[in-house]
T-cell receptor, first 111, second 111 residues
Framework: SQKIEQNSEALNIQEGKTATLTCNYT??????LQWYRQDPGRGPVFLLL?????KEKRKERLKVTFDTTLKQSLFHITASQPADSATYLC??????????FGGGTRLMVKP | NAGVTQTPKFQVLKTGQSMTLQCAQD?????MYWYRQDPGMGLRLIYY???????DKGEVPNGYNVSRLNKREFSLRLESAAPSQTSVYFC??????????FGSGTRLTVV
């Protein structure tokens, strides 16, 4: 069966460090992968989309990598700030062409 | 820019009651979606509409119906609410190959 796995345990890091979140998937051959941010009580907010032929994509302090051989995406936030604290979701198109989300990883950035 | 607007924001229903969740987008997107989010289950797709006049089932459609009223509006109806439908419901819209824009959600409790 198709699975998207994100670390369900919260990631705690110190302000100014780089946060790295992992998204692993099985039984998908996605054309692209997306990352979202979700704050408590709010809807997810789209951050980045990376296509299968792209190895890396950057947007300001965010960097996403996509390794279709390892079936893994890494999401990096450099120079992290307390305002970056949120839950981060990865999402893939499944075989039915529907976007399927991982369970998300909660990031806590401490001052 | 309003983006995606959902109403109501909160609702309490008794088992067996019916209700319709409303969603409207002002971005001229072709595709619209309804997801539910439950603790430990992540976001799960209920129904989607790839374009005006079409609707398709997602991962968890049982107990729900949808109507794509026009390009802007996509409603979700619970005909006979059950406690298992207690959840946070999100509407989203997108264009093909782009990130989704989500509404702020409807928190539904069925007692």
């Amino acid at each position: 069966s198709q699975k998207i796995e994100q670390n369900s345990e919260a990631l705690n890091i110190q302000e100014g460090k780089t946060a790295t979140l992992t998204c692993n998937y099985t039984n998908y051959s996605p054309a692209y992968l997306q990352w979202y941010r979700q704050d408590p009580g709010r809807g997810p907010v789209f951050l980045l989309l990376i296509r299968e032929n792209e190895k890396e994509k950057r947007k300001e302090r965010l960097k996403v990598t996509f390794d279709t051989t390892l079936k893994q995406s890494l999401f990096h936030i450099t120079a992290s700030q307390p305002a970056d604290s949120a839950t981060y979701l990865c999402a893939l198109l499944n075989a039915g062409n529907m976007l399927t989300f991982g369970g998300g990883t909660r990031l806590m950035v401490k001052p | 820019n309003a983006g995606v607007t959902q109403t109501p924001k909160f609702q309490v229903l008794k088992t067996g009651q019916s209700m319709t969740l409303q969603c409207a987008q002002d971005m001229n997107h072709n595709s619209m979606y309804w997801y539910r989010q439950d603790p430990g289950m992540g976001l799960r797709l209920i129904y989607y509409s790839a374009s005006e006049g079409t609707t398709d089932k997602g991962e968890v459609p049982n107990g729900y119906n949808v109507s794509r009223l026009n390009k802007r509006e996509f409603s979700l109806r619970l005909e006979s609410a059950a406690p298992s439908q207690t959840s946070v419901y999100f509407c989203a819209s997108s264009e093909v190959g782009r990130g989704y824009t989500f509404g702020s959600g409807t928190r539904l409790t069925v007692v």
